[in-house]
């Protein structure tokens, strides 16, 4: 039986303070990941970014990532600074977001799967098919 994803809704904030519609997935499919997509005022997802769950949890507590995707706190208590780097040389983007939005987020999904136990919900035939390029 699929379950559907988690979903939380965010407000992030430029280093000039625009607001910037986004939202966090979590798919029970990919218990490892966890997506950021970037929505316009139609709700559209216009760019996303798959990460890793684990690099958001350490980001909340310290700083953590590296290359495409940095996660830490920041100086003023309560927000996390999430800096992404878009792919052919463009220059980093800075987001702020509310620390405790992403902790709600991240709680959500260590309910449903566990930190650990992520192994448990990973169709490994369906892996190994994909990897071996055959379709069903």
């Not at 904030?13 to 939202?23: E, F, G, K, L, T």
Request: glycine fraction near 8%; proline fraction near 6%; aromatic fraction near 8%.
């Amino acid at each position: 039986m699929k379950s559907l994803p988690i979903v939380q809704g965010l407000l992030m904030w430029s280093i000039d303070r625009q607001p910037i519609n986004a939202m966090l997935r979590y798919d029970i499919g990919d218990p490892f990941a966890v997506t950021l997509a970037f929505v316009d005022n139609a709700g559209r997802q216009t760019v996303s970014y798959l990460f890793g769950r684990a690099l958001l949890i350490d980001g909340l507590e310290g700083p953590a990532g590296e290359d495409l995707i940095l996660i830490g706190p920041h100086e003023a208590d309560g927000f996390t600074v999430v800096t992404l780097t878009p792919e052919h040389g463009a220059l980093p983007m800075e987001f702020h977001v509310a620390t405790s939005v992403l902790r709600k987020f991240v709680e959500a999904t260590c309910r449903w799967v566990p930190l650990g136990r992520e192994i448990d919900h990973l169709d490994l035939d369906q892996a190994v098919a994909y990897l071996l390029g055959a379709t069903s």
